[in-house]
């Protein structure tokens, strides 16, 4: 049986592209850690990284390792139509992380049928490696 890596990474989907705003986040998930961006003025969370904090407007920010542990706020299982890129792993599911910190968190939880998926349902992040240089953040049930 392939492991969750060598399916990921023998499948051609679309990947995230790394911007001025979010190689810090890709770069710091290739590492193993979750880091989202916070405001060094008045310590909002954010993600998705962008240049100006969304509650005070200031453009000081620092990107700090969160706990990688939340629950499931909402989620939604895809039963298609899909893009072609996806169409093997139907059904799957797309899940919104309430992290630790505060953070929506949109993602997928890996091996859990979809009907075992409940609102609050604690997950922790891992790390799924689906390039040299692309790794994806995932999460599996606590």
Known sequence: ?????????????????PT???HEFYEAAQRGELRFQRCADCGTWRHYPRPVC??????????????GRGTIYTWTIVHGPTLPAFQDDLPYNVVDVL????IHFQSQVLDCPPEEIYA???????????????????????
């Open 1 to 17: 049986m392939s492991s969750v890596r060598d399916q990921v990474m023998t499948r051609q989907q679309p990947l995230p592209q």
């Open 20 to 22: 001025l705003d979010n």
């Open 54 to 67: 969304p509650e005070c407007l200031s453009t000081r920010l620092s990107w700090e390792r969160a706990s």
């Open 99 to 102: 992290t630790d910190e505060g």
């Open 120 to 142: 609050g349902m604690p997950v922790e992040a891992v790390f799924v490696p689906v390039t040299e240089d692309m790794t994806l953040v995932k999460f599996r049930r606590v």
